[in-house]
Protein backbone atom coordinates (compact mmCIF):
# COMPACT_ATOMS: atom_id res chain seq x y z
CA UNK A 1 0.00 0.00 0.00
CA UNK A 2 2.84 2.83 -0.93
CA UNK A 3 0.47 4.27 -3.90
CA UNK A 4 -2.83 6.20 -3.70
CA UNK A 5 -3.75 3.13 -6.32
CA UNK A 6 -2.89 0.22 -4.16
CA UNK A 7 -4.67 1.39 -0.66
CA UNK A 8 -7.12 2.58 -2.45
CA UNK A 9 -7.54 -0.94 -3.71
CA UNK A 10 -6.89 -2.18 0.09
CA UNK A 11 -9.37 0.16 1.07
CA UNK A 12 -12.43 -1.24 -1.27
CA UNK A 13 -11.97 -4.46 -0.16
CA UNK A 14 -12.53 -3.49 3.65
CA UNK A 15 -9.03 -4.07 4.56
CA UNK A 16 -8.54 -2.33 8.38
CA UNK A 17 -5.15 -1.10 8.05
CA UNK A 18 -5.58 0.72 4.68
CA UNK A 19 -8.19 2.81 6.81
CA UNK A 20 -5.27 3.20 9.56
CA UNK A 21 -2.56 4.07 6.97
CA UNK A 22 -5.05 6.24 5.34
CA UNK A 23 -5.37 8.38 8.45
CA UNK A 24 -1.67 8.64 8.97
CA UNK A 25 -1.23 9.78 5.45
CA UNK A 26 -3.93 12.51 5.91
CA UNK A 27 -2.27 13.28 9.52
CA UNK A 28 0.91 13.91 7.61
CA UNK A 29 -0.93 15.98 4.42
CA UNK A 30 0.30 13.53 2.23
CA UNK A 31 -1.41 14.44 -1.09
CA UNK A 32 -2.30 10.52 -1.75
CA UNK A 33 -4.29 10.85 1.29
CA UNK A 34 -6.72 13.44 -0.91
CA UNK A 35 -6.41 11.58 -3.84
CA UNK A 36 -7.58 8.38 -2.48
CA UNK A 37 -10.48 10.45 -0.72
CA UNK A 38 -11.42 12.15 -3.82
CA UNK A 39 -11.86 9.55 -5.84
CA UNK A 40 -14.08 7.97 -3.53
CA UNK A 41 -16.00 10.75 -2.14
CA UNK A 42 -19.44 10.01 -3.87
CA UNK A 43 -19.24 6.62 -1.84
CA UNK A 44 -19.03 8.60 1.38
CA UNK A 45 -21.86 10.45 3.54
CA UNK A 46 -23.30 7.13 4.69
CA UNK A 47 -22.27 7.18 8.32
CA UNK A 48 -23.93 8.94 11.40
CA UNK A 49 -21.51 11.48 12.91
CA UNK A 50 -22.00 12.05 15.98
CA UNK A 51 -19.36 14.92 18.29
CA UNK A 52 -19.16 14.65 21.78
CA UNK A 53 -17.47 17.60 23.28
CA UNK A 54 -17.18 19.43 26.80
CA UNK A 55 -14.90 21.05 29.15
CA UNK A 56 -11.61 18.92 30.67
CA UNK A 57 -12.82 16.13 33.08
CA UNK A 58 -16.59 16.33 32.07
CA UNK A 59 -16.15 12.30 31.27
CA UNK A 60 -16.63 12.37 27.70
CA UNK A 61 -14.38 8.88 26.99
CA UNK A 62 -16.47 7.35 29.62
CA UNK A 63 -19.56 8.39 27.46
CA UNK A 64 -18.52 7.62 24.63
CA UNK A 65 -17.04 4.22 25.94
CA UNK A 66 -21.23 3.80 26.83
CA UNK A 67 -22.31 4.63 23.41
CA UNK A 68 -20.13 1.88 21.51
CA UNK A 69 -21.28 -0.60 23.95
CA UNK A 70 -24.67 0.30 22.52
CA UNK A 71 -24.44 0.53 19.43
CA UNK A 72 -22.27 -2.89 19.25
CA UNK A 73 -25.35 -4.17 20.75
CA UNK A 74 -27.21 -2.85 17.63
CA UNK A 75 -24.70 -5.05 15.68
CA UNK A 76 -23.36 -1.29 13.92
CA UNK A 77 -19.79 -0.69 13.21
CA UNK A 78 -18.68 2.27 15.17
CA UNK A 79 -15.71 4.63 14.47
CA UNK A 80 -14.05 6.75 17.17
CA UNK A 81 -12.34 9.58 16.71
CA UNK A 82 -10.58 11.04 19.71
CA UNK A 83 -8.71 14.71 19.16
CA UNK A 84 -6.69 14.48 21.99
CA UNK A 85 -4.68 17.69 23.30
CA UNK A 86 -1.89 17.54 22.33
CA UNK A 87 1.91 19.77 22.09
CA UNK A 88 1.20 22.22 18.83
CA UNK A 89 5.17 22.31 18.73
CA UNK A 90 6.15 18.87 19.33
CA UNK A 91 3.24 16.74 18.40
CA UNK A 92 3.94 14.45 21.31
CA UNK A 93 0.97 12.86 22.07
CA UNK A 94 -1.09 12.10 25.36
CA UNK A 95 -3.21 8.82 25.96
CA UNK A 96 -4.67 9.73 28.74
CA UNK A 97 -8.47 8.04 28.79
CA UNK A 98 -7.39 6.36 25.66
CA UNK A 99 -6.29 3.85 27.65
CA UNK A 100 -9.70 2.59 29.26
CA UNK A 101 -11.05 1.99 26.20
CA UNK A 102 -8.54 -0.95 25.40
CA UNK A 103 -11.37 -3.78 26.00
CA UNK A 104 -12.63 -2.27 22.59
CA UNK A 105 -9.21 -3.25 20.76
CA UNK A 106 -10.20 -6.84 19.97
CA UNK A 107 -13.74 -6.06 18.86
CA UNK A 108 -13.41 -5.89 14.78
CA UNK A 109 -16.14 -3.90 14.48
CA UNK A 110 -14.61 -0.88 16.33
CA UNK A 111 -12.15 1.57 14.84
CA UNK A 112 -10.61 3.78 17.22
CA UNK A 113 -8.17 6.45 16.34
CA UNK A 114 -6.46 9.52 18.26
CA UNK A 115 -5.74 12.56 16.12
CA UNK A 116 -2.69 14.63 17.59
CA UNK A 117 -3.15 18.06 16.66
CA UNK A 118 0.37 18.46 15.96
CA UNK A 119 0.57 22.74 15.70
CA UNK A 120 -0.31 22.38 11.76
CA UNK A 121 -1.84 25.57 10.59
CA UNK A 122 -5.80 24.97 10.03
CA UNK A 123 -4.49 21.53 9.87
CA UNK A 124 -6.40 19.66 12.25
CA UNK A 125 -10.16 20.14 11.08
CA UNK A 126 -8.42 18.82 7.34
CA UNK A 127 -7.47 15.99 8.69
CA UNK A 128 -10.13 15.02 11.35
CA UNK A 129 -12.80 15.44 7.99
CA UNK A 130 -10.75 13.51 5.83
CA UNK A 131 -10.65 10.23 9.10
CA UNK A 132 -14.30 10.83 9.31
CA UNK A 133 -14.58 10.16 5.21
CA UNK A 134 -12.17 7.28 5.91
CA UNK A 135 -14.17 5.04 8.60
CA UNK A 136 -17.46 6.33 6.19
CA UNK A 137 -15.57 4.18 3.64
CA UNK A 138 -14.67 1.44 5.54
CA UNK A 139 -18.50 0.80 6.31
CA UNK A 140 -19.05 2.52 9.76
CA UNK A 141 -22.15 3.16 10.91
CA UNK A 142 -21.72 5.48 13.63
CA UNK A 143 -18.36 7.64 14.24
CA UNK A 144 -18.13 8.95 16.96
CA UNK A 145 -15.63 12.35 17.03
CA UNK A 146 -14.86 12.80 20.92
CA UNK A 147 -13.04 16.65 21.02
CA UNK A 148 -11.42 18.19 24.20
CA UNK A 149 -11.96 21.50 24.88
CA UNK A 150 -13.43 24.27 23.10
CA UNK A 151 -11.08 26.01 20.90
CA UNK A 152 -11.58 27.20 17.58
CA UNK A 153 -9.95 24.14 15.70
CA UNK A 154 -12.41 21.91 17.91
CA UNK A 155 -15.99 24.31 17.11
CA UNK A 156 -14.18 23.92 13.57
CA UNK A 157 -14.42 20.02 13.82
CA UNK A 158 -17.47 19.53 15.28
CA UNK A 159 -19.30 21.50 12.78
CA UNK A 160 -18.65 18.54 10.09
CA UNK A 161 -20.42 16.29 12.44
CA UNK A 162 -24.28 15.47 12.36
CA UNK A 163 -25.09 16.05 15.81
CA UNK A 164 -23.15 17.56 18.38
CA UNK A 165 -23.55 16.17 22.23
CA UNK A 166 -22.04 19.18 24.87
CA UNK A 167 -20.95 17.04 28.19
CA UNK A 168 -21.39 19.81 31.37
CA UNK A 169 -20.28 18.68 34.62
CA UNK A 170 -22.05 20.02 38.12
CA UNK A 171 -19.78 22.62 40.17
CA UNK A 172 -17.49 24.37 37.61
CA UNK A 173 -16.84 27.72 38.32
CA UNK A 174 -17.74 30.82 36.73
CA UNK A 175 -14.86 30.53 33.75
CA UNK A 176 -16.37 27.34 32.72
CA UNK A 177 -20.07 29.16 32.19
CA UNK A 178 -18.37 31.61 30.23
CA UNK A 179 -16.96 28.70 27.89
CA UNK A 180 -20.71 26.70 28.26
CA UNK A 181 -21.72 29.90 26.91
CA UNK A 182 -18.86 29.93 23.63
CA UNK A 183 -20.16 26.44 22.36
CA UNK A 184 -23.77 27.15 23.47
CA UNK A 185 -25.04 27.07 19.64
CA UNK A 186 -22.23 24.41 18.70
CA UNK A 187 -24.35 21.82 20.96
CA UNK A 188 -27.33 19.86 19.46
CA UNK A 189 -27.95 18.18 22.92
CA UNK A 190 -26.81 18.68 26.33
CA UNK A 191 -25.86 16.36 29.46
CA UNK A 192 -24.78 17.11 32.35
CA UNK A 193 -22.73 14.25 33.72
CA UNK A 194 -21.97 13.04 37.25
CA UNK A 195 -25.51 13.94 37.80
CA UNK A 196 -24.92 12.28 41.78
CA UNK A 197 -22.69 14.97 42.33
CA UNK A 198 -23.89 18.15 44.22
CA UNK A 199 -25.06 21.26 42.00
CA UNK A 200 -25.97 18.61 38.75
CA UNK A 201 -29.60 20.01 39.19
CA UNK A 202 -28.73 23.36 39.09
CA UNK A 203 -26.43 23.09 36.76
CA UNK A 204 -28.93 21.65 34.42
CA UNK A 205 -31.54 24.24 35.59
CA UNK A 206 -29.27 27.29 34.76
CA UNK A 207 -27.99 25.89 31.34
CA UNK A 208 -31.39 25.32 30.33
CA UNK A 209 -32.45 28.80 31.27
CA UNK A 210 -29.17 29.85 29.08
CA UNK A 211 -30.30 28.08 26.23
CA UNK A 212 -34.07 29.06 26.45
CA UNK A 213 -32.73 32.78 26.08
CA UNK A 214 -30.26 31.84 23.24
CA UNK A 215 -31.78 29.17 20.40
CA UNK A 216 -32.85 28.89 17.26
CA UNK A 217 -35.45 26.68 15.78
CA UNK A 218 -34.06 23.71 17.70
CA UNK A 219 -34.27 24.52 21.48
CA UNK A 220 -31.20 21.90 22.75
CA UNK A 221 -32.76 19.94 25.47
CA UNK A 222 -31.11 19.21 28.18
CA UNK A 223 -30.11 16.23 29.99
CA UNK A 224 -28.97 14.41 33.86
CA UNK A 225 -26.76 11.62 33.40
CA UNK A 226 -24.15 9.51 35.15
CA UNK A 227 -22.19 7.75 32.66
CA UNK A 228 -19.97 5.53 34.69
CA UNK A 229 -23.38 3.78 35.77
CA UNK A 230 -25.12 4.16 32.43
CA UNK A 231 -27.90 5.84 33.84
CA UNK A 232 -29.47 8.33 31.77
CA UNK A 233 -28.04 7.69 28.76
CA UNK A 234 -31.72 6.21 27.19
CA UNK A 235 -32.52 9.21 27.48
CA UNK A 236 -29.77 11.11 25.85
CA UNK A 237 -29.35 9.06 23.24
CA UNK A 238 -33.30 9.29 22.57
CA UNK A 239 -32.70 13.20 22.49
CA UNK A 240 -29.92 12.68 19.53
CA UNK A 241 -32.72 10.90 17.84
CA UNK A 242 -35.27 13.66 17.95
CA UNK A 243 -32.52 15.88 17.09
CA UNK A 244 -31.75 14.08 13.91
CA UNK A 245 -35.41 13.69 13.18
CA UNK A 246 -35.69 17.66 13.62
CA UNK A 247 -32.72 17.53 11.21
CA UNK A 248 -34.30 15.77 8.41
CA UNK A 249 -37.41 18.06 8.48
CA UNK A 250 -37.26 19.98 4.80
CA UNK A 251 -33.97 20.84 3.61
CA UNK A 252 -32.37 21.58 7.14
CA UNK A 253 -29.99 18.38 6.69
CA UNK A 254 -28.63 19.89 3.10
CA UNK A 255 -28.39 23.64 4.85
CA UNK A 256 -26.35 22.23 7.87
CA UNK A 257 -24.51 20.09 5.36
CA UNK A 258 -23.89 23.45 2.70
CA UNK A 259 -22.51 25.33 5.67
CA UNK A 260 -20.56 22.65 7.02
CA UNK A 261 -18.80 21.76 3.74
CA UNK A 262 -18.48 25.35 3.19
CA UNK A 263 -16.65 26.31 6.37
CA UNK A 264 -13.73 23.11 5.36
CA UNK A 265 -13.28 24.61 1.97
CA UNK A 266 -12.30 28.07 3.22
CA UNK A 267 -9.97 25.91 6.01
CA UNK A 268 -8.97 24.32 2.77
CA UNK A 269 -7.97 27.21 1.08
CA UNK A 270 -6.21 28.47 4.19
CA UNK A 271 -4.19 25.33 4.40
CA UNK A 272 -3.14 25.61 0.56
CA UNK A 273 -1.49 29.28 0.87
CA UNK A 274 0.86 27.66 3.71
CA UNK A 275 1.82 25.08 1.56
CA UNK A 276 2.30 26.89 -1.40
CA UNK A 277 4.43 29.25 0.59
CA UNK A 278 6.41 26.30 1.25
CA UNK A 279 6.70 24.56 -2.02
CA UNK A 280 9.52 26.23 -3.24
CA UNK A 281 12.67 27.25 -1.66
CA UNK A 282 12.65 30.50 -3.27
CA UNK A 283 9.16 31.56 -1.67
CA UNK A 284 10.67 29.91 1.87
CA UNK A 285 14.35 31.93 1.42
CA UNK A 286 12.35 35.32 0.64
CA UNK A 287 9.19 34.43 3.65
CA UNK A 288 12.31 34.42 5.98
CA UNK A 289 13.68 37.60 4.70
CA UNK A 290 10.72 39.39 4.99
CA UNK A 291 10.45 37.69 8.83
CA UNK A 292 13.65 38.62 9.06
CA UNK A 293 13.27 42.66 8.68
CA UNK A 294 10.24 42.66 10.13
CA UNK A 295 12.25 41.55 13.13
CA UNK A 296 14.32 44.22 12.75
CA UNK A 297 11.38 46.67 12.60
CA UNK A 298 12.50 47.90 8.89
CA UNK A 299 9.29 46.32 7.76
CA UNK A 300 5.74 46.07 9.13
CA UNK A 301 4.08 42.85 8.75
CA UNK A 302 0.99 44.39 6.64
CA UNK A 303 3.08 45.53 4.01
CA UNK A 304 5.18 42.57 3.96
CA UNK A 305 1.96 40.33 3.73
CA UNK A 306 1.24 42.31 0.70
CA UNK A 307 4.61 41.11 -1.06
CA UNK A 308 4.48 37.56 -0.10
CA UNK A 309 0.82 37.45 -2.02
CA UNK A 310 2.18 39.25 -5.13
CA UNK A 311 4.86 37.20 -5.08
CA UNK A 312 2.71 33.60 -4.56
CA UNK A 313 0.43 34.66 -6.77
CA UNK A 314 2.54 35.91 -9.90
CA UNK A 315 4.31 32.63 -9.49
CA UNK A 316 1.32 30.52 -10.82
CA UNK A 317 1.16 32.79 -14.19
CA UNK B 1 -11.15 60.24 14.14
CA UNK B 2 -12.83 59.06 10.74
CA UNK B 3 -9.78 58.52 8.70
CA UNK B 4 -6.74 56.51 9.04
CA UNK B 5 -4.74 60.02 9.40
CA UNK B 6 -6.93 61.76 11.57
CA UNK B 7 -6.79 58.59 14.13
CA UNK B 8 -3.21 58.31 13.46
CA UNK B 9 -2.71 62.17 14.30
CA UNK B 10 -5.10 61.12 17.84
CA UNK B 11 -2.95 58.54 18.64
CA UNK B 12 0.39 60.56 18.32
CA UNK B 13 -1.11 62.95 20.47
CA UNK B 14 -1.40 60.22 22.97
CA UNK B 15 -5.65 60.28 23.20
CA UNK B 16 -7.09 57.20 24.92
CA UNK B 17 -10.03 57.50 22.76
CA UNK B 18 -7.59 57.14 19.43
CA UNK B 19 -6.52 53.71 21.05
CA UNK B 20 -10.12 52.02 21.25
CA UNK B 21 -11.06 52.93 17.86
CA UNK B 22 -8.09 51.62 16.38
CA UNK B 23 -8.55 48.25 18.16
CA UNK B 24 -12.21 48.25 17.41
CA UNK B 25 -11.06 49.08 13.98
CA UNK B 26 -8.87 45.96 13.99
CA UNK B 27 -11.65 43.71 15.22
CA UNK B 28 -13.76 44.41 12.26
CA UNK B 29 -10.64 43.98 9.85
CA UNK B 30 -11.15 47.03 8.83
CA UNK B 31 -8.13 48.06 6.76
CA UNK B 32 -7.83 51.64 8.19
CA UNK B 33 -6.40 49.62 11.39
CA UNK B 34 -3.61 48.06 9.61
CA UNK B 35 -2.41 51.53 7.50
CA UNK B 36 -2.42 53.58 11.32
CA UNK B 37 -0.08 50.64 12.44
CA UNK B 38 1.90 50.11 9.05
CA UNK B 39 2.54 53.65 9.28
CA UNK B 40 3.98 53.07 13.00
CA UNK B 41 5.09 49.88 12.80
CA UNK B 42 9.01 51.02 13.47
CA UNK B 43 8.10 53.04 16.93
CA UNK B 44 6.47 49.61 18.42
CA UNK B 45 8.41 46.88 20.16
CA UNK B 46 9.29 49.22 23.38
CA UNK B 47 6.33 47.43 25.59
CA UNK B 48 7.06 44.40 27.48
CA UNK B 49 4.31 41.83 26.67
CA UNK B 50 3.62 39.06 29.07
CA UNK B 51 1.10 36.73 28.25
CA UNK B 52 -0.92 34.65 31.26
CA UNK B 53 -2.85 31.62 30.35
CA UNK B 54 -4.03 28.26 32.11
CA UNK B 55 -7.16 26.38 32.22
CA UNK B 56 -10.85 28.07 33.29
CA UNK B 57 -10.79 28.70 36.87
CA UNK B 58 -7.36 29.25 37.86
CA UNK B 59 -7.56 32.93 38.61
CA UNK B 60 -5.51 34.40 35.48
CA UNK B 61 -7.84 37.34 35.81
CA UNK B 62 -6.65 37.86 40.00
CA UNK B 63 -3.65 37.51 38.86
CA UNK B 64 -3.63 39.83 36.44
CA UNK B 65 -5.10 42.35 39.24
CA UNK B 66 -2.47 41.97 41.21
CA UNK B 67 0.49 42.22 38.84
CA UNK B 68 -1.56 45.93 37.61
CA UNK B 69 -1.11 47.30 41.09
CA UNK B 70 2.61 46.22 41.11
CA UNK B 71 3.46 47.84 37.97
CA UNK B 72 1.18 50.59 38.81
CA UNK B 73 3.20 51.21 41.94
CA UNK B 74 6.44 51.01 40.23
CA UNK B 75 4.49 54.30 37.76
CA UNK B 76 4.30 52.00 35.06
CA UNK B 77 1.53 52.50 32.36
CA UNK B 78 -0.42 48.93 31.85
CA UNK B 79 -2.62 47.92 29.07
CA UNK B 80 -4.62 44.39 29.38
CA UNK B 81 -5.92 42.15 26.91
CA UNK B 82 -7.95 40.23 27.99
CA UNK B 83 -9.03 37.32 25.18
CA UNK B 84 -12.70 36.29 26.49
CA UNK B 85 -14.71 33.27 25.43
CA UNK B 86 -17.16 34.11 22.82
CA UNK B 87 -19.47 32.62 20.71
CA UNK B 88 -17.86 31.55 17.30
CA UNK B 89 -20.97 32.26 15.74
CA UNK B 90 -22.71 35.04 17.00
CA UNK B 91 -19.86 36.94 18.53
CA UNK B 92 -21.86 37.42 21.84
CA UNK B 93 -18.97 38.30 24.68
CA UNK B 94 -19.25 36.81 28.21
CA UNK B 95 -17.83 39.16 30.75
CA UNK B 96 -17.23 37.45 33.65
CA UNK B 97 -14.14 38.42 35.64
CA UNK B 98 -13.86 41.78 33.84
CA UNK B 99 -15.86 43.37 36.16
CA UNK B 100 -13.41 42.80 38.72
CA UNK B 101 -11.31 44.98 37.43
CA UNK B 102 -13.54 48.15 37.67
CA UNK B 103 -11.50 49.35 40.45
CA UNK B 104 -8.62 50.49 37.53
CA UNK B 105 -11.41 52.00 35.04
CA UNK B 106 -10.96 55.51 36.67
CA UNK B 107 -7.11 54.97 36.37
CA UNK B 108 -6.01 56.64 33.29
CA UNK B 109 -2.70 54.80 33.41
CA UNK B 110 -4.73 51.53 32.79
CA UNK B 111 -6.00 50.11 29.59
CA UNK B 112 -8.14 47.52 29.68
CA UNK B 113 -9.46 45.76 26.76
CA UNK B 114 -11.60 42.79 26.21
CA UNK B 115 -10.93 40.80 22.40
CA UNK B 116 -14.03 39.15 21.39
CA UNK B 117 -12.66 35.99 19.43
CA UNK B 118 -15.91 36.34 16.96
CA UNK B 119 -15.33 33.15 14.97
CA UNK B 120 -12.81 34.86 12.25
CA UNK B 121 -11.06 32.13 10.72
CA UNK B 122 -7.22 33.28 11.64
CA UNK B 123 -8.74 36.65 13.00
CA UNK B 124 -7.97 36.05 16.45
CA UNK B 125 -4.51 36.63 16.56
CA UNK B 126 -4.46 39.05 13.67
CA UNK B 127 -6.78 41.35 16.24
CA UNK B 128 -4.70 41.03 19.54
CA UNK B 129 -1.14 41.39 17.55
CA UNK B 130 -2.69 44.88 16.62
CA UNK B 131 -4.42 45.39 19.81
CA UNK B 132 -0.63 45.17 21.20
CA UNK B 133 0.96 47.68 19.01
CA UNK B 134 -1.75 50.04 19.97
CA UNK B 135 -1.43 49.86 23.13
CA UNK B 136 2.64 49.84 22.71
CA UNK B 137 2.11 53.10 20.16
CA UNK B 138 0.18 54.18 23.28
CA UNK B 139 3.05 54.17 25.79
CA UNK B 140 2.13 51.27 27.88
CA UNK B 141 5.76 50.10 29.50
CA UNK B 142 3.76 46.37 30.23
CA UNK B 143 1.09 44.64 28.36
CA UNK B 144 -0.22 41.64 29.56
CA UNK B 145 -2.50 39.62 27.55
CA UNK B 146 -4.76 36.95 29.20
CA UNK B 147 -5.93 33.94 27.63
CA UNK B 148 -8.80 31.87 28.51
CA UNK B 149 -8.15 28.41 27.37
CA UNK B 150 -5.71 26.36 25.28
CA UNK B 151 -7.44 25.96 22.36
CA UNK B 152 -4.97 26.91 19.22
CA UNK B 153 -5.43 30.59 18.42
CA UNK B 154 -4.88 31.14 22.32
CA UNK B 155 -1.46 29.46 21.68
CA UNK B 156 -1.58 31.78 18.26
CA UNK B 157 -1.97 34.79 20.29
CA UNK B 158 0.50 33.63 23.31
CA UNK B 159 3.69 33.00 20.71
CA UNK B 160 3.47 37.00 20.14
CA UNK B 161 3.91 37.76 23.91
CA UNK B 162 7.95 38.17 25.15
CA UNK B 163 7.22 35.80 27.98
CA UNK B 164 4.06 33.69 29.12
CA UNK B 165 2.94 32.77 32.46
CA UNK B 166 1.11 29.32 32.84
CA UNK B 167 -1.40 29.65 35.83
CA UNK B 168 -2.33 26.11 36.93
CA UNK B 169 -3.99 24.76 39.88
CA UNK B 170 -4.28 21.73 41.95
CA UNK B 171 -6.89 19.36 42.22
CA UNK B 172 -8.09 19.38 38.67
CA UNK B 173 -8.72 15.55 36.77
CA UNK B 174 -6.75 13.71 34.34
CA UNK B 175 -7.51 15.52 31.14
CA UNK B 176 -6.59 18.77 32.52
CA UNK B 177 -2.63 17.48 33.21
CA UNK B 178 -3.11 15.89 29.52
CA UNK B 179 -4.07 19.64 28.29
CA UNK B 180 -1.04 20.56 30.45
CA UNK B 181 0.97 18.37 28.32
CA UNK B 182 0.06 20.38 25.80
CA UNK B 183 0.76 23.90 26.64
CA UNK B 184 4.36 22.44 28.28
CA UNK B 185 6.23 24.24 25.43
CA UNK B 186 4.25 27.72 25.54
CA UNK B 187 4.83 28.45 29.15
CA UNK B 188 8.01 30.34 30.06
CA UNK B 189 7.33 30.61 33.53
CA UNK B 190 4.62 28.14 35.95
CA UNK B 191 2.99 28.85 39.04
CA UNK B 192 0.45 26.59 40.70
CA UNK B 193 -2.52 29.42 41.90
CA UNK B 194 -4.71 28.86 45.10
CA UNK B 195 -1.78 27.08 46.61
CA UNK B 196 -4.07 26.76 49.64
CA UNK B 197 -5.57 24.05 48.48
CA UNK B 198 -5.34 20.48 48.84
CA UNK B 199 -2.73 18.79 46.68
CA UNK B 200 -1.34 22.41 45.44
CA UNK B 201 2.57 20.81 46.44
CA UNK B 202 1.58 17.31 44.61
CA UNK B 203 0.30 19.17 41.71
CA UNK B 204 3.88 21.64 41.41
CA UNK B 205 5.87 18.51 42.13
CA UNK B 206 4.22 16.60 39.31
CA UNK B 207 4.67 19.84 37.06
CA UNK B 208 8.15 19.95 38.03
CA UNK B 209 8.61 16.30 36.39
CA UNK B 210 6.76 16.82 33.20
CA UNK B 211 9.15 19.91 32.76
CA UNK B 212 12.13 18.31 33.80
CA UNK B 213 11.88 15.87 31.08
CA UNK B 214 10.32 17.91 28.32
CA UNK B 215 12.55 21.73 27.90
CA UNK B 216 14.77 23.51 25.83
CA UNK B 217 17.74 25.59 27.30
CA UNK B 218 15.14 27.20 29.38
CA UNK B 219 13.84 25.00 32.25
CA UNK B 220 10.51 26.89 33.43
CA UNK B 221 9.89 27.53 37.22
CA UNK B 222 7.33 26.88 39.09
CA UNK B 223 6.05 29.26 41.86
CA UNK B 224 3.14 28.29 44.30
CA UNK B 225 1.05 31.33 44.87
CA UNK B 226 -1.80 32.32 46.39
CA UNK B 227 -3.37 35.32 44.07
CA UNK B 228 -6.43 36.34 46.18
CA UNK B 229 -4.13 36.88 49.22
CA UNK B 230 -1.17 38.13 47.03
CA UNK B 231 1.22 35.49 48.08
CA UNK B 232 3.86 34.30 46.73
CA UNK B 233 3.54 36.84 44.23
CA UNK B 234 7.14 38.36 44.39
CA UNK B 235 8.17 34.49 43.71
CA UNK B 236 6.38 34.75 40.46
CA UNK B 237 7.59 37.83 39.22
CA UNK B 238 11.43 37.59 39.82
CA UNK B 239 10.90 34.09 37.66
CA UNK B 240 9.90 36.38 35.04
CA UNK B 241 12.15 38.75 35.40
CA UNK B 242 15.09 35.81 34.95
CA UNK B 243 13.28 34.30 32.10
CA UNK B 244 13.93 37.93 30.60
CA UNK B 245 17.43 38.48 31.58
CA UNK B 246 17.75 34.71 29.92
CA UNK B 247 16.04 35.49 27.02
CA UNK B 248 18.20 38.85 26.47
CA UNK B 249 21.43 36.82 26.28
CA UNK B 250 22.71 36.33 22.71
CA UNK B 251 20.35 36.40 20.13
CA UNK B 252 17.80 34.39 21.69
CA UNK B 253 15.02 37.42 22.35
CA UNK B 254 15.85 37.80 18.40
CA UNK B 255 15.02 34.37 17.26
CA UNK B 256 11.98 34.47 19.50
CA UNK B 257 10.56 37.10 18.11
CA UNK B 258 11.75 36.41 14.62
CA UNK B 259 9.88 32.64 15.21
CA UNK B 260 6.87 34.64 16.30
CA UNK B 261 6.76 37.13 13.63
CA UNK B 262 7.16 34.22 10.73
CA UNK B 263 3.98 32.22 12.64
CA UNK B 264 2.38 35.79 12.11
CA UNK B 265 2.43 36.40 8.55
CA UNK B 266 1.78 32.94 7.86
CA UNK B 267 -1.62 33.81 9.80
CA UNK B 268 -2.03 37.08 7.76
CA UNK B 269 -1.61 34.72 4.60
CA UNK B 270 -4.57 32.24 5.72
CA UNK B 271 -6.84 35.48 6.74
CA UNK B 272 -5.48 37.65 3.42
CA UNK B 273 -6.97 34.46 0.94
CA UNK B 274 -10.27 34.27 2.99
CA UNK B 275 -11.17 37.77 2.11
CA UNK B 276 -9.68 37.25 -1.00
CA UNK B 277 -12.66 35.09 -1.63
CA UNK B 278 -15.16 36.96 -0.37
CA UNK B 279 -14.14 40.54 -2.03
CA UNK B 280 -15.83 39.84 -5.42
CA UNK B 281 -19.28 38.81 -5.65
CA UNK B 282 -18.12 36.36 -8.32
CA UNK B 283 -16.02 34.85 -5.72
CA UNK B 284 -18.61 34.24 -3.27
CA UNK B 285 -21.53 33.36 -5.85
CA UNK B 286 -18.79 30.77 -8.00
CA UNK B 287 -17.62 29.48 -4.00
CA UNK B 288 -21.22 28.83 -3.14
CA UNK B 289 -21.99 26.66 -6.18
CA UNK B 290 -18.79 24.46 -5.63
CA UNK B 291 -20.36 23.88 -2.28
CA UNK B 292 -23.69 23.11 -3.45
CA UNK B 293 -22.04 20.39 -5.59
CA UNK B 294 -19.92 19.60 -2.91
CA UNK B 295 -23.19 19.00 -0.55
CA UNK B 296 -24.49 16.94 -3.36
CA UNK B 297 -21.55 14.66 -3.25
CA UNK B 298 -21.41 15.38 -7.35
CA UNK B 299 -17.83 16.85 -6.56
CA UNK B 300 -15.27 16.65 -3.89
CA UNK B 301 -13.64 19.00 -1.46
CA UNK B 302 -10.21 18.33 -2.81
CA UNK B 303 -10.89 18.92 -6.48
CA UNK B 304 -13.28 21.61 -5.84
CA UNK B 305 -9.96 23.38 -3.51
CA UNK B 306 -7.98 23.25 -6.94
CA UNK B 307 -10.83 24.64 -9.24
CA UNK B 308 -11.20 27.91 -6.07
CA UNK B 309 -7.15 28.42 -6.28
CA UNK B 310 -7.07 28.46 -10.18
CA UNK B 311 -10.11 31.02 -9.82
CA UNK B 312 -8.61 33.31 -7.16
CA UNK B 313 -5.02 33.38 -8.37
CA UNK B 314 -5.78 34.12 -12.30
CA UNK B 315 -8.12 36.86 -10.77
CA UNK B 316 -5.06 38.98 -9.79
CA UNK B 317 -3.53 39.05 -13.29
Not at 13 to 22: D, H, N, T
Not at 142 to 148: L, R, S, W
Not at 232 to 258: K, V
Amino acid sequence: MKTAQSLGLALDQGQRRAVARLITWAERNDPRAYQVLSERYANTGRAFVLGVSGPPGSGKSTLTDAFIRRLRAQGQRVGVIAVDPTSPFTGGAVLGDRVRMNEHATDREVFIRSMGTRGHLGGLSKATSAAILALDLYGCDTIIVETVGVGQSEVDVMRVCDCTLMVMVPGLGDEIQAIKAGVMEVGDVFVVNKSDLAGARRTARELRAMLDLNHGEWRPPVEQIIATQAEGLDAAWTAIETFISFNAEGNRAYQRRFESVKHELLGLMQSAILEKASQSQAHVLKIDELCAQITRRELDPYSALNQVLAILFSATR
